[in-house]
């Protein structure tokens, strides 16, 4: 059974830092994206990644304060989330994706798996 658990979330003070991870079990985690949904909004697309790690996108507007990466070894992603701010509170997921291309369009309808996610709050 293929998973995808999120982890790492929490309350933090705005300009502070969080980590999550998203560990996959039942297969190998290839590309893959992160997405964030704040409460009465669309889910939104945050970072993506391929297997290798040589293709990344950002979304805009985290650009510069946020680093996706990841570790094959562990079959797991990261999220680095620097300088957060009020409006980055949200419920963070991990989807899989079997494409860069797929991550590119910057849509969950593009993703085939999704983890459960991990919430963040950033006091203000």
């Known amino acids: 059974q293929v998973q995808l658990v999120e982890s790492g979330g929490g309350l933090v003070q705005a300009g502070g830092s969080l980590r999550l991870s998203c560990t996959f079990s039942g297969g190998a985690l290839g590309t893959y994206a992160w997405f964030r949904q704040a409460p009465g909004k669309e889910r939104e697309f945050v970072a993506g990644?391929?297997?290798?790690?040589?293709?990344?996108d950002i979304g805009n507007s985290v650009k510069g304060r946020f680093t996706i990466s990841r570790d094959n070894a562990k079959n797991t992603g990261y999220l680095q989330m620097n300088s957060l701010k009020f409006e980055d509170t949200a419920v963070y997921y991990c989807a899989a994706a079997k494409y860069f291309h797929d991550v590119l369009r910057r849509t969950q309808d593009s993703m085939y798996y999704w983890g459960q996610g991990t919430q963040v709050t950033v006091s203000s």
């Open positions: 990644m391929d297997w290798s790690g040589s293709n990344i």
